[in-house]
């Protein structure tokens, strides 16, 4: 039986070479793209625009924070993995933007994270790897705590509903070419019997980019919790948000989905929350 890693392990082993995951084309671009797509969206469905401050809790190597820090916004990243903030501090200083970045678990943000956020943003699915629908209010209630009165939380996760039902097995294989490098990148998913989780096994073929020699072969395995809308909502209700609002983005990759919800001191002091 293969054992599932963790977020931080996985992440921690993915660090290097994460930039492959947003396919073929030079990892600047990618940044600026995602930044400016954020920056729409938070522009025209919440009016929120720079230089709010903006808490990017699971920042990863620094693809939404560096991108909306470009944009005008006023930056933290903070993530589970060291090795993967190590590398957003690193490439936030080459593209000359200033973020501060921390190592925070977002179940902790209280304990760790200083100050109060216009925007909490948890983009990428991380939400996923909480296993249980009180683990999930749990990471609310923690965000919600760097939150400002009527701050809004921004988060994106896969639509499981829709990949459930079609029991999906794989996502489309990405091709990624690195200097001397090929990647062709993709996930396998094996989905439990009652479609509430699945082991993913994230895959990496590689070989030299001139077709020379042999593709190898890198596996990182974990376990998903395939949240659903009204467990999202239920979630974010309990935790003191109002006004949730679900989006598509328009450059959504396989099955993601957006959703916002406003923090109201008066509801959570007025419910006792």
């Known amino acids: 039986m293969v054992q599932a890693l963790n977020a931080e392990v996985l992440y921690d082993r993915l660090a290097e070479n994460y930039h492959i995951l947003t396919g073929d084309g030079s990892w600047e671009d990618t940044v600026r793209e995602h930044g400016q797509k954020i920056h729409r969206l938070l522009v025209d469905e919440l009016s929120i625009e720079p230089p709010a401050d903006i808490l ?39 593209m000359g933007v200033n973020i501060r970045c921390a190592v925070a678990d977002f179940m902790e943000l209280e304990h760790v994270i200083e100050g109060d956020y216009d925007v909490v943003l948890s983009w990428g699915n991380g939400i996923a790897y909480v296993s249980t629908i009180d683990d999930l209010y749990k990471a609310f209630c923690s965000m919600r705590s760097k939150l400002r009165d009527g701050g809004r939380l921004l988060v994106s996760t896969r639509d499981y509903e829709a990949l459930a039902s079609s029991a999906q097995p794989h996502t489309p294989p990405l091709v990624h070419r690195d200097g001397a490098t090929e990647y062709i990148y993709f996930q396998l998913w094996d989905w439990s019997a009652d479609k509430t989780s699945y082991a993913q096994k994230i895959c990496f073929l590689r070989r030299p980019a001139d077709g020379t020699g042999d593709w190898s072969l890198e596996t990182f395995d974990s376990t998903m919790r395939a949240f659903v809308k009204p467990e999202i909502e239920t979630a974010l209700t309990r935790a003191g948000f109002d006004d949730v609002r679900w989006c598509t983005p328009e450059w959504k990759t396989l099955g993601m989905l957006a959703f916002s919800a406003r923090y109201s001191h008066d509801r959570v002091t007025n419910h006792g929350i």
Request: proline share 0%; charged share 20%.
């Open 56 to 94: 990017d809790c699971s920042c990863g190597i620094g693809l939404q924070s560096i991108g909306l820090a470009l944009a005008g916004y006023q930056v933290t990243g903070s993530d589970i993995s060291a090795k993967s903030i190590e590398r957003a501090a690193q490439d936030a200083r080459r």
